[in-house]
């Protein structure tokens, strides 16, 4: 498939959610009708395949990897992630990714929830971010080094901001945009 990119944003409605099951390889299980709808795939076109056949090229790899690294530790992540629909647009989640386990306490997949996240937060936060994490690994001719560089440079900017880690980063910006709308 080719990677072709239309620079038109799209979304969701703010009330929906979209859902999606994989297995522990990240070949995806189970999509909702709003995860077809929003990504312009058929259902067929998906179960069975990697969820990353919705990378966008913007996203870094370091993120991917914090990502997967926290899942295989049993624990659940928040991310931000933008993704690319079938037609070259692309959109942006905030995702609540989790383990899922069995009764046995084996974990045999990964379930995600994504909503619309507060544009603000994506503008002034993520994309300044993840803009230089994706000029850091470009830098590298070796994706493994440039995750390496990438990684390093998110644990320095992290310790040079109030946060301790990127979990604590994205916490902070979904509490706080939620608190500032309540009052």
Known sequence: MSLNLTGNEISFPENELIVSKTDLKGKITYANDVFLSVSGYEEKELIGTPHNI???????????????DTLKAGKE???Y???RAKNGDHYWVLAH????????GDTKGYHSS??????????????????????????????????????????????QSPYHSYEELIHNTIWSTEDQEEA
């Open 97 to 104: 990714v989790t383990p899922w386990i069995n009764e046995n």
């Open 77 to 79: 992540i928040f991310a």
């Open 114 to 159: 994504r909503r619309v996240p507060k544009k603000e937060i994506v503008e002034n936060v993520i994309k300044p971010l993840y803009l230089q994490l994706s000029k850091e690994e470009a830098k590298h001719s070796n994706v493994k080094e440039g995750m390496k560089a990438a990684e390093a440079l998110l644990v320095n900017t992290i310790e």
């Open 54 to 68: 919705l990378r966008h090229p913007e996203m870094p790899h370091v993120v991917f990897k914090l990502l997967w």
């Open 81 to 83: 992630v933008i993704n």
